[in-house]
Each structure stands twice: as C-alpha cells, then as structure tokens.
C-alpha cells in the first residue's frame, strides 16, 4: 500500500508537466510570430508598393497589389536612371563607405582585439574600462564633437569625413577581444612559439583561422552600422555627389515638399528595396559564420 501511494504521484504529475509543456511550447511559439510578422511586414509592404506607380501609392491599399499595373521593372529603370544615374553613384559612395570603412574596421578590431587578450603590457586594465566607456557612448552624441574636429582638418565634405570615424567600432573590439580570449587557446600559440614561428605568421596561420567566425560577425555588424549610417554624412557631407543611399533617398522624399519640386515616392520606395537586397544577400550568405560566432564560449568544456 505504502509503495502504491508513493508512485501514485508521478503518474499523476506526469499529464501536468506535459501540459506545461504544451503550453510554453505554444507560447513561445505565439511570441516567435509576433516577431516574426513584425520583422516582414514592413519588408512585404515595401515589396508590394515598389511595383506600383506614382498614382498608384495613393490609389490602392497599401498592402496589395495596384490592378492592373504592374511597374516593378518601370520603377527599377527610372531608379537608376533618373537625374543623370544618380542613384548609381549614391550606391558607389555607399559600397566605397562599407568597403574601406567596415573592411577596415573589422581588421583594426580584429588586430586591437587580439593583442589585447594575448599579450600582457601596462595600462591594459584602462585600456578595458575606455573601451567598457565607449561602448556605451552611443555614436550621435560624438557627431558634433567630431565634426568640429573635422572642420579644423578641412576634410568636412570628404568621404574621409565618413570613412575615418567608421573605423572605430568600440563593439567590435570588445567582440573581438573576448572571442579571441575563448577561441584561440594559449597553448597554441605557445606551442608555435617554440616551432620557431614569430608572432605575424602565428596570427595569420594559426588564429586567423581560429577567428573566422568572430571576425565575420564584425563584419556584418560594421556594414550594416555603415551602410545604415545616415546622422554622421548628414551633418559631414554637403556635396550630393558624396552622398551615401540613405541621404540620397532622404533628398528624394524632401523634393515634394520644395517649391517646383517633383513627387518620387516610387522611386524612394523602389531604391530602398534596392538598398536591402546587398545587405540580404550577405546575411544569407555569412549567415552560417556569423551562428557560430554568437555561440561561441557559449559551452565550458
């Protein structure tokens, strides 16, 4: 009898964790679609509205389909030719900004990052507490401050006025500094010490590699913080020729509101669907390293 009241319970229990279960799975479940139906609808919106006309903004719901008129292609010719190509050369600043500006960031962070989780020297915990302090400096409180600084330097309107600030990405050391702290183990690089091997050809060889993943997921964090960037060539940048896309399409949308100007609303929605398609297609095709570079030192062995 005693025996059959002490494993009545489990038989009893086991309905209720099963239905709690049920019920964080269908939960969670209900939360991931929320997110998820937040994350697309924009990006259908757009989708639908670049196939449509001028009038047709304005003349049909905003998320279906104009009848009758479809002018994706139309769009997409006028975008890129419209005010003698502009566009095109907006998209050129952009690709200069994330190329030598993210590319150059990623090794900066991946050099400075690196040094400091291997190698010992003085003043290494202050270097920790600056980078700490910058991390949660947001970056448009160093616009003006940079601007004032640039305007001394007379490079104020320059590409270099936007590539010089993006090579410092205070995350993406931080990032690089931990990752490489987990990811390259001391005894590897002790070991190719005494092989003989000095420390350039230990890094490039040996933690390079070792680093791939983390230094993927800088580089996707750095282009898509540049290739977003709009506040810094706002205030930098007077030249549309030097625009990058964000301010180019912003200049776009403001012609309605100027004294003779003309209404392209299909041509800013049809650039910005244009503008993602770079940054989609990098995602999915990093988007194995940049998975394993977040779960990384996520197992302690």
Same mark, same amino acid.
């Given at each position: 009898?005693?025996?059959?009241?002490?494993?009545?319970?489990? *038989?009893?229990?086991?309905?209720?964790? !099963?239905?709690?279960?049920?019920?964080?799975?269908?939960?969670?479940?209900?939360?991931?679609?929320?997110?998820?139906?937040?994350?697309?609808?924009?990006?259908?919106?757009?989708?639908?509205?670049?196939?449509?006309?001028?009038? $047709?903004?304005? *003349?049909?719901?905003?998320?279906?389909?104009?009848?009758?008129?479809?002018?994706?292609?139309?769009?997409?010719?006028?975008?890129?030719?419209?005010?003698?190509?502009?566009?095109?050369? @907006?998209?050129?600043?952009?690709?200069?900004?994330?190329?030598?500006?993210?590319?150059?960031?990623?090794?900066?962070?991946?050099?400075? $990052?690196?040094?400091?989780?291997?190698?010992?020297?003085?003043?290494?915990?202050?270097?920790?507490?600056?980078?700490?302090?910058?991390?949660?400096?947001?970056? !448009?409180?160093?616009?003006?401050?940079?601007?004032?600084?640039?305007?001394?330097?007379?490079? !104020?309107?320059?590409? @270099?006025?936007?590539?010089?600030?993006?090579?410092?990405?205070?995350?993406?050391?931080?990032?690089? @500094?931990?990752?490489?702290?987990?990811?390259?183990?001391?005894?590897?690089?002790?070991?190719?010490?005494?092989?003989?091997?000095?420390?350039?050809?230990?890094?490039?060889?040996?933690?390079?590699?070792?680093?791939?993943?983390?230094?993927?997921?800088?580089?996707?964090? *750095?282009?898509?913080?540049?290739?977003?960037?709009?506040?810094?060539?706002?205030?930098?940048?007077?030249?549309?020729?030097?625009?990058?896309?964000?301010? $180019?399409?912003?200049? @776009?949308?403001?012609?309605?509101?100027?004294?003779?100007?003309?209404?392209?609303?299909?041509?800013?929605?049809?650039?910005?669907?244009?503008?993602?398609?770079?940054?989609?297609?990098?995602?999915?095709?990093?988007?194995?390293?940049?998975?394993?570079?977040?779960?990384?030192? *996520?197992?302690?062995?």
């Amino acid at each position: 009898m005693t025996t059959a009241l002490r494993t009545r319970p489990a *038989s009893v229990d086991a309905p209720v964790a !099963t239905k709690r279960r049920r019920r964080k799975s269908i939960l969670l479940t209900g939360l991931v679609a929320l997110f998820a139906i937040y994350s697309l609808v924009p990006m259908v919106w757009l989708l639908i509205n670049a196939t449509k006309t001028q009038d $047709g903004l304005f *003349s049909s719901f905003g998320l279906w389909f104009d009848d009758g008129k479809f002018a994706l292609f139309a769009n997409i010719k006028e975008t890129l030719t419209y005010d003698d190509g502009v566009f095109v050369r @907006w998209l050129g600043n952009t690709l200069l900004y994330v190329v030598v500006g993210a590319g150059g960031a990623t090794i900066l962070a991946t050099l400075a $990052g690196y040094g400091l989780a291997k190698f010992d020297f003085p003043g290494k915990r202050g270097v920790f507490a600056i980078v700490i302090g910058a991390v949660a400096v947001p970056g !448009t409180a160093l616009a003006v401050p940079t601007f004032l600084m640039f305007s001394k330097m007379n490079l !104020t309107n320059t590409p @270099w006025a936007v590539i010089i600030p993006s090579l410092v990405t205070p995350l993406g050391f931080y990032l690089m @500094w931990t990752f490489s702290a987990e990811a390259v183990p001391d005894e590897i690089i002790e070991a190719a010490r005494v092989d003989g091997a000095g420390e350039f050809r230990t890094f490039f060889k040996i933690s390079v590699p070792l680093l791939a993943p983390g230094i993927v997921t800088v580089l996707l964090i *750095s282009t898509v913080a540049t290739w977003n960037n709009y506040f810094l060539p706002l205030i930098m940048l007077k030249d549309p020729d030097w625009y990058p896309i964000t301010l $180019g399409l912003n200049a @776009w949308n403001a012609q309605a509101a100027t004294a003779g100007g003309q209404a392209v609303f299909n041509l800013v929605i049809t650039g910005s669907l244009l503008t993602i398609l770079p940054l989609i297609a990098a995602f999915l095709l990093l988007q194995r390293y940049w998975q394993s570079g977040l779960a990384a030192g *996520s197992v302690k062995e």
